[in-house]
């Protein structure tokens, strides 16, 4: 009888662990995601690429912001309004558009998000950036494996 107490002890343990694992799984699956567009100043696309890798993308990730990736295209296409020279996108993914805005708000509100980009782009001879194009996106279906770490 002890034998089958235990073992019902271990396997109601084990039962809620599994529960608690899954839900904390299920909290990091991105909810929501972001497919930024940049046009930067002529010439000046490897720069802003350069400030994402070495600066910015760190940042975000430090308020919990996934950076699912960051890219160059290979082409223009002018019907997009994308020329490849001076085009620079990344997609970044949240649990939600709640959380998006909160996590936002305290990268930009970061003191080195300030130094880094807040003051170079106030700077006319430093900008890097001529505009930015933000797309809201939600995972469709069952074909979404991109997952957040935080």
């Known amino acids: 009888m002890r034998k089958w107490k235990i073992t019902a002890l271990l ?12 839900f904390a799984q299920e909290k990091k699956a991105a909810g929501f995601f972001e497919l930024r567009v940049y046009t930067a100043e002529p010439g000046k696309r490897d720069a802003l690429a350069a400030r994402f890798a070495d ?21 223009s296409d002018p019907e ?38 807040t003051k170079q782009e106030a700077d006319p001879a430093a900008k890097l950036v001529v505009k930015a194009h933000n797309i809201d996106m939600a995972p469709n279906g069952n074909h979404t494996t991109i997952t957040l770490s935080k």
């Open 55 to 75: 600066r910015t993308a760190a940042i975000f990730a430090r308020h919990g912001i996934t950076n699912v990736g960051y890219c160059i295209p290979v082409e």
């Open 80 to 117: 997009l309004g994308i020329s490849a020279e001076n085009t620079f996108i990344y997609i970044r993914g949240y649990p939600s558009k709640e959380e998006r805005d909160k996590r936002l708000k305290a990268a930009h509100d970061d003191p080195e998000f300030k130094e880094v980009v």
């Open 11 to 22: 396997s109601l343990a084990l039962g809620v662990a599994g529960v608690v694992w899954g």
